[in-house]
């Protein structure tokens, strides 16, 4: 299991309201997540806790991947900063850089699928 991103509770109690995180490997090789957290109150808004859960974005990549496209068709999400987020291609959203010790983010632009790349590309 990963940890909540760290300062996901404290800010989720300052802001009051739900927060996620940014998309972030997990510790098992492989495993990508984006985490929630959301402060509860009581009646008179005194702060009793912060819920918090993380979602392995796997599920997604997998929901993606089953639903019945022709072989020269791809689904994929992205952010607004063109970072990958997920696709039905099960391209991971992070990728180990050379000369880089840390799993770094894929830009759209960048991936390994071509329909993909070239959506992107007309995207921007």
Not at 43 to 67: A, C, E, M, P, T
Not at 97 to 107: C, P
Not at 116 to 121: D, H, L, S
Request: hydrophobic share 35%; net charge positive; aromatic share 8%.
């Amino acid at each position: 299991m990963p940890a909540c991103a760290p300062g996901t509770k404290k800010l989720s109690q300052r802001t009051n309201k739900a927060i996620w995180t940014s998309i972030y490997p997990g510790f098992t090789p492989g495993t990508v997540f984006i985490a929630a957290s959301q402060p509860i109150r009581d009646r008179n808004g005194k702060l009793l806790g912060v819920s918090g859960v993380d979602f392995l974005l796997s599920g997604l990549q997998q929901y993606l991947h089953r639903i019945k496209l022709s072989k020269t068709r791809q689904i994929f999400a992205i952010k607004r900063s063109g970072l990958l987020v997920a696709s039905s291609s099960q391209e991971s959203p992070f990728r180990k850089m050379s000369g880089k010790q840390q799993l770094q983010r894929v830009n759209v632009l960048d991936s390994q699928t071509p329909v993909i790349r070239t959506a992107a590309k007309y995207l921007y």
